[in-house]
């Protein structure tokens, strides 16, 4: 077989460069290549420092956990770091020389190649200073779910002990093995032969390697179905597609990936209505668009077609869904170690490919988003760094002009712009699908992973294109497990405390699994409802808390850019707890005739606090993020402890200018139901909620 196979073949390249320079195409490409030429002084980061495993680094320190390890915190992201680049790089300019020719662009490919043949150890972990029996099974997870496993033990007769020895098996090589497998297929007729071999050498020698221990259970988190699962699954096979006319045993290589994808992870990860379950975004796209990767270059060598399993067929559908006015993604657009921003734009390659595919118009207009910079734009999601490193984008554009099908015309989604995502429990109440329009988010489902927030019945609000209530961020890595908490999400704490961490003694992992499509879930949604003037939703989380009884929220939208939310929270056995009811936002606070405001350059939040009748409010502070920034959040509590509590929040966006009189009222409450009044213009909202039968009522009159 003749190389290149993986994506397009030698008689394609014509139409590649004919592309290139005509229509949207050829818009896109001019900024295609003029990215890379600005890269092409972009220096090759020398063979990183080693990982020093490292156990027990969190500490408590100011009413949070804190990660005082800062030598492993950077070694791991100067890993995590270089591995990325090595792999977008040498993709880059390798395809910028098969569509230009430019032999610049070939020297650049080559170097970028050549530099982690020659590097001594991928498996990127040191020596512990630890031994086997210091490690707890906990301990070993943690480090496991990022590539770090214990491949071997080796006696230390001084102290009468076996030292483990980590090997990275995911993502650091993986990262890498794409790079290579790409670039190796790409300008496989270009290279010279010594550089050639060099590349094949080190793909036989890694695949090799994942092979083995895969075979043991050590190696791609092969045991699980989690973002870095799809990720090493998807870059391995890749890999072993790539060179299977050269090196047949990568044969078996591809056979491992192509049933894991088809038989556990696309059966058993994806959602019915198309989710990926892990937050944040990041992670869908590592998952998602690494797994098109694959399952594209599969049905072009073997002829076998993964795109047509229901699972994929549901993508589109779940990503059109969560997609914002904001030119975001409903929930937790960010990374752990860098800014939120250019999440979105990870996955419009994916959406524009899946578009081509199914011949599916909302996807395509996913992928031309008008609230998104043109394709091919260097707007992605940073490289991590944190503190250390500086902020650099990654850059995935050449896909974006590889997959762009001009002749497949676009469409807004059709029908109700809200969407319940059932099986991992969110609901979108959103007004339309343009920047002026509102949105809110309310998450009650299953603890969804590693990566998950214990943010249970959390919501976050958006309108006139501007995030008002949103989530604490957390590009913060040595403060991640505040981040992380429920004091950092818009839900509720109970006497101080949030949602539990971990349920029966079970790892993220495990939890996971017990949660997801399983029904014993942390969370619940128990109504959705959305027609053309109102909608609302309701979540109970009473299962993720300790000591209580009852936390259910209700959420009414009363469109355009109305809000209520109302809990009703009760103590088990008639305990005596103090509640908080907490909202974050990036947003300056303020007051308003009415209670707090919230302002945004182009909208603004009015608050009004209808319950408990008495309260306290308050602003308390996040830790500091890598940059020393301090957020400040509202905390909303009744006085004294207390059985049972409602809170009652009724919301409005408006243009920042507006004057508005408040418009809410509580008109009556029994120990059954609520009734509340919203004025909006001449005509009154009436919404009564129904606390015995967990129902919501709307009337407009």
Request: aromatic share 12%; glycine share 8%; hydrophobic share 40%.
């Amino acid at each position: 077989m003749e190389h290149p196979f993986l994506f397009f073949t030698v008689a394609d390249i014509p139409s590649l460069r004919k592309r290139s320079g005509c229509g949207l195409s050829g818009q896109t490409w001019k900024r295609v290549e003029g990215i890379a030429e600005e890269r092409m002084r972009w220096p090759i980061p020398p063979e990183p420092p080693l990982v020093p495993p490292r156990l027990k680094a969190w500490r408590y320190e100011k009413g949070s956990f804190r990660n005082v390890d800062e030598a492993y915190a950077r070694a791991y992201q100067h890993q995590y770091r270089v591995a990325t680049m090595i792999r977008n790089m040498i993709e880059l300019f390798s395809f910028c020389y098969v569509v230009t020719q430019r032999d610049e662009f070939l020297q650049r490919a080559a170097e970028w190649l050549a530099a982690p043949c020659g590097w001594v150890d991928w498996g990127a972990y040191a020596s512990p200073d630890f031994t086997l029996g210091d490690c707890t099974s906990a301990d070993l997870e943690t480090l496991a779910r990022s590539g770090g496993e214990v491949t071997s033990e080796v006696w230390d007769d001084s102290r009468k002990a076996y030292i483990p020895q980590f090997e990275d098996t995911g993502i650091f090589t993986t990262f890498k093995l794409r790079g290579l497998a790409i670039g190796y297929d790409w300008l496989h007729s270009h290279l010279p032969d010594e550089l050639r071999q060099r590349v094949l050498a080190t793909l036989i020698r890694e695949g090799e390697r994942l092979f083995y221990n895969a075979a043991r259970g050590k190696a791609l988190l092969i045991n699980r179905k989690l973002n870095h699962t799809w990720f090493d699954i998807s870059a391995f096979g890749l890999a072993g597609l790539s060179i299977m006319p050269d090196y047949p045993p990568a044969g078996d290589w591809v056979m491992l990936a192509r049933d894991k994808m088809r038989n556990c992870l696309l059966e058993e990860t994806i959602g019915q209505d198309g989710e990926f379950p892990e937050q944040p975004p990041l992670l869908w796209d590592y998952a998602l668009t690494n797994a098109c990767l694959f399952t594209e270059a599969l049905r072009r060598v073997a002829g076998e077609d993964l795109f047509d399993h229901p699972g994929f067929r549901r993508v589109p559908h779940f990503l059109v869904s969560v997609l914002n006015p904001v030119r975001g993604l409903a929930f937790d657009d960010e990374a752990t170690f860098d800014d939120a921003d250019g999440v979105a734009y990870g996955l419009r390659p994916l959406m524009l490919r899946l578009a081509g595919h199914y011949r599916d118009e909302e996807a395509q207009w996913f992928g031309l988003h008008e609230e998104l910079d043109p394709l091919g734009s260097n707007v992605a999601r940073y490289y991590p760094g944190g503190k250390w490193f500086p902020k650099d984008r990654e850059y995935g554009g050449y896909w974006e002009f590889l997959w762009l099908d001009e002749t497949l015309r676009q469409r807004r989604p059709r029908g109700s712009a809200s969407r319940h995502l059932r099986d991992v429990g969110w609901v979108m109440l959103r007004s339309g699908w343009e920047r002026k329009d509102s949105f809110l988010a309310l998450r009650s489902g299953p603890y969804l992973g590693p990566h998950d927030r214990l943010d249970q019945n959390k919501f976050v609000l958006c309108s006139r294109g501007e995030r008002l209530v949103e989530k604490a961020h957390m590009n913060c890595y040595d403060r991640a497990d505040f981040f992380r908490s429920t004091e950092a999400a818009s839900t509720i704490l109970v006497d101080g405390k949030g949602q539990e961490p971990l349920r029966d003694g079970l790892g993220a992992h495990d939890r996971f699994a017990l949660e997801y499509k399983r029904g014993r879930s942390s969370g619940k949604i128990l109504a959705f409802h959305d027609e053309g003037q109102y909608g609302y939703a309701i979540g109970d989380a009473t299962r993720a808390y300790s000591g209580l009884e009852r936390f259910v929220r209700y959420v009414v939208f009363l469109k355009p850019d109305r809000f209520l939310v109302l809990d009703d929270v009760i103590a088990e056995n008639d305990g005596r707890v103090a509640y908080e009811w907490l909202l974050h936002t990036k947003g300056e606070i303020g007051a308003w005739p009415g209670g707090p405001r919230i302002l945004k350059e182009r909208a603004q939040l009015l608050i009004q606090i209808l319950l408990p009748e008495v309260h306290q409010l308050a602003t308390r502070l996040t830790p500091p993020d890598f940059c020393g920034v301090e957020r400040p959040y509202l905390v909303v509590s009744p006085e004294g402890k207390r059985d049972r509590t409602r809170f009652l929040v009724a919301l409005q966006a408006a243009d920042p200018s507006d004057a508005i009189a408040p418009g809410a009222r509580l008109v009556k409450q029994t120990e059954s139901a609520a009734l509340v009044e919203v004025a909006d213009g001449g005509t009154v909202w009436e919404v009564q909620f129904d606390f015995e039968t967990t129902g919501i009522r709307v009337r407009r009159r």
